[in-house]
């Protein structure tokens, strides 16, 4: 069976800001990114930082000095990138996040983005190609596979102090 022409793209686009995020996170502290990211997020965060310092542990180091913006910057690039391809995802979708105005709109945690190396190994990600991809769940799933779309294409970029995610849901088969 040869599978269905592409009819259709959704597109989303989301910046966020790495100022922003770590004065949040300074402010509201771990429980924060716990919100936004799941526990595989989180991990593969955490391992863009040069120690080995517990997740739970993040806010206290900062605190005290211990990290320097520096140290903390591939961890924030990270964390910010996958806040935007949520985002991106809910806006492609047209349905927004919860609690951001949309009352039926996406939680946080049913959009789990992949890195590379995860993506091709897990069965329920949308993408096969290189790159990041994102794993639905729950809402996030169903009201995906309503409107049609059978693949995702994730592109994330980082400039200075912002970090960019645009997604395209490639839609196949015919509406109607």
């Known amino acids: 069976m040869q599978p269905l022409p592409i009819t259709d793209l ?13 004065l949040m996170w300074q402010q509201r502290g771990d429980r924060l990114l716990a919100r936004f990211l799941t526990q595989d997020e989180l991990r593969y965060c955490q391992s863009a930082l040069p120690e080995a310092i517990l997740l739970d542990q993040l ?3 900062l605190a005290k000095g211990a990290m320097t913006e520096t140290t903390l910057l591939p961890f924030l690039r990270r964390a910010a990138a996958r806040i ?5 995802v809910a806006k492609a979708l047209g349905v927004g996040i919860n609690g951001f105005g949309y009352a039926q709109g996406l ?3 049913q959009v789990s983005v992949l890195p590379a190396t995860a993506a091709s190994s897990n ?3 949308f993408s096969k190609a290189q790159g990041p991809s994102v794993c639905l769940t729950g809402e996030a799933l169903r ?6 779309v059978m693949t995702w294409r994730v592109s994330i970029a980082h400039d200075g102090d912002t970090a960019l995610a645009t997604v ?3 839609v196949s088969g015919f509406n109607g």
């Open 10 to 22: 959704l597109l989303g686009t989301d910046v966020v800001s790495l100022a922003r995020l770590q």
């Open 59 to 61: 806010g206290r180091h």
């Open 84 to 88: 935007a391809v949520k985002e991106a």
């Open 107 to 109: 939680r946080w945690h």
């Open 123 to 125: 069965p329920n990600s």
């Open 143 to 148: 009201v995906a596979e309503q409107q049609g």
């Open 168 to 170: 395209i849901g490639l």
